[in-house]
């Protein structure tokens, strides 16, 4: 049985779920319904900005698997924030679903809705249209609203430093079920995570192979360890972040990866020793990059990592 995570809630989520971030439209239905009726994922991770959504709910749709087995994410994009249901009744049509399991605010970044897009080209300074006179808890709030009619199961956020939560969670009545970051091998944002796990926040981890043309799988401390155990490198980096109890959500449109990364992610959770993740743990101190993605807007989001933050 694949492992499961108690959200602050009591919804129950599957640990590891499919990412569809830069899954073509075209190529993303077939991922979909591979990883649901051939492999065995019962959780989807997509989002408004992917420009996917309509696909992702075709291949739900064509694995014949109940809607009730299988949980969906998706995200309010940036230049929704003044109108969280109706974004939402967009992702759901997208979908062609009924409810979601979780929905997240994408960025905490509330964009001018007519100014930009994500496939609209940045002003020529580089920057995107922010707009600046709003607070978090204005959105939050329409995100209470769409949960507590039901629209959604649960309700959390994505890209959120403890900076930005701490503005957030004195106005919170519903705390987020989730804060899904940038976490890997190289990321592991060791505090960031405690101080959500202290708060009942369940970290989830996109691109935790580093995204495409990563060197995390050429990592030699990770694939030493893969060696050991007789597993592939992505299985360590994978089974890595379920061993410390956030949600994985590897992203693959290869049949041949999305079984893989299954099955070895799994395996390798039930195999990594303690000792493997204390010098896992211990990598991201080496001085490597840590960050592979670097969002645009020119906004402090108060991480303290980043570069020119
Ligand atoms: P593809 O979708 O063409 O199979 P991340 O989840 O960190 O964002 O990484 C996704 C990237 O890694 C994609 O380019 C994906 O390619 C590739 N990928 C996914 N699983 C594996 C794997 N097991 N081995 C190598 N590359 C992988």
Not at 15 to 33: D, F, N, R
Not at 76 to 94: C, G, I, Q, Y
Request: proline fraction near 7%.
């Amino acid at each position: 049985d694949q492992p499961k995570i108690k959200l602050n809630n009591g919804v129950e989520i599957p640990a590891l779920g499919l990412g569809t971030w830069q899954s073509k439209p075209e190529e993303v239905i077939h991922a979909v319904e591979y990883s649901l009726k051939e492999v065995g994922y019962r959780h989807i991770d997509c989002a408004w900005a992917y420009a996917n959504e309509k696909e992702v709910g075709e291949g739900i749709r064509r694995s014949g698997v109940p809607r009730e087995e299988i949980f969906v994410t998706s995200k309010l994009w940036s230049t929704r924030h003044n109108n969280v249901e109706k974004a939402l009744d967009e992702s759901l049509a997208n979908l062609g679903l009924e409810y979601l399991d979780l929905y997240l605010v994408h960025w905490p970044v509330h964009l001018n809705p007519d100014g930009n897009h994500p496939n609209i080209p940045t002003k020529p300074d580089g920057t995107r249209d922010v707009v600046e006179d709003w607070h978090i808890r204005q959105t939050w709030e329409q995100m209470e609203a769409v949960y507590k009619k039901g629209k959604v199961r649960a309700i959390g956020v994505s890209n959120c430093s403890e900076k930005i939560l701490e503005q957030l969670l004195p106005h919170a009545t519903v705390v987020p079920a989730v804060d899904q970051l940038e976490i890997h091998l190289y990321n592991p944002q060791h505090e960031l995570c405690a101080y959500l796990q202290s708060k009942g926040i369940v970290p989830q981890a996109y691109s935790p192979l580093g995204s495409t043309g990563s060197p995390l799988l050429q990592d030699e401390r990770a694939s030493a360890i893969a060696q050991r155990h007789n597993l592939q490198t992505a299985d360590v980096l994978l089974g890595y972040i379920l061993a410390k109890g956030y949600v994985v959500l590897p992203k693959s449109v290869t049949p041949s990866r999305i079984a893989a990364n299954f099955k070895g992610a799994l395996a390798a959770h039930k195999t990594l020793t303690k000792e493997d993740i204390e010098q896992l743990d211990k990598v991201a101190a080496a001085g490597k990059q840590k960050r592979f993605i670097m969002p645009p807007w020119p906004v402090d989001l108060g991480f303290r990592d980043w570069p020119g933050h």
